[in-house]
């Protein structure tokens, strides 16, 4: 069973985007909708919509995957979002 992912999230508008790495997604997702991180990037331009994310059987894998994603362009971003959610529906809205 895959224990790592990696994810990214964005706001209501589509062009800010942010990408983290974490155990839980559930409960990661859930400190992003309820800002849990008072000065956070996150929670200053409300990015709060997950779009993207894959998991990983290690963290050292989930890690360099993000690292990847992080050093590319916007535009890889892009495409990368919408090859698995063309719509940029938030995937966790039946979480809660």
């Known amino acids: 069973m895959y224990s790592y992912c990696v994810y990214i999230l964005c706001n209501r508008t589509y062009n800010v985007f ?3 790495v974490t155990r839980d997604l ?32 290690l963290m050292m894998e989930a890690v360099e995957r993000e690292k990847q994603i992080k050093a590319g362009r916007r535009k890889a ?20």
């Open 77 to 96: 971003k892009i495409k990368l979002i919408e090859s698995m959610n063309p719509n940029y529906d938030d995937l966790a809205e039946e979480w809660y």
């Open 26 to 57: 559930h409960k990661r997702v859930y400190q992003h909708k309820e800002g849990y991180h008072l000065n956070s990037f996150s929670k200053r331009y409300r990015v709060d919509r997950l779009v993207y994310y894959e998991t990983f059987p």
């Open 18 to 20: 942010y990408c983290g």
